[in-house]
């Protein structure tokens, strides 16, 4: 998208980001949050797809968009699943981000850097 300083081009752009948002949450669509309280200080999040050698996480989710609340100030960043599932499969076949976790290193998953999601 080239850059306007028209207020009627930006108010355009603005509105189709707004619809966007509120079909996530009144069209009836599935939203998992998850909260990490650490990720702004390190700048990742783990995924687990993983644990006890059966699927979980995102592995099992029917959600259609995941939230990740990154401080307690509740920033957060908003990822369609199916892209996440796609990106995380790319991960998985490079060997990126893989990591055990969890209680006593029972789950697997992704410890992804936040800057990542910004790459979908």
Do not use: C
Request: net charge negative; glycine share 8%; aromatic share 12%.
């Amino acid at each position: 998208m080239k850059y306007s300083s028209s207020f009627t081009h930006d108010i355009d752009f603005g509105t189709v980001g707004e619809d966007w948002v509120n079909d996530i949450f009144t069209s009836g669509k599935k939203v998992e949050v998850k909260t990490d309280r650490i990720a702004h200080k390190t700048g990742n999040v783990f995924i687990e797809y993983e644990s006890r050698g059966k699927p979980s996480g995102i592995s099992t989710s029917d959600a259609h968009y995941w939230i990740y609340i990154i401080d307690e100030s509740k920033s957060a960043i908003i990822l369609d699943v199916n892209i996440l599932k796609d990106k995380l499969r790319q991960f998985h076949k490079e060997g990126r981000y893989l990591m055990n976790g969890g209680d006593n290193d029972t789950s697997k998953g992704f410890l992804v850097p936040i800057i990542e999601f910004f790459k979908l």
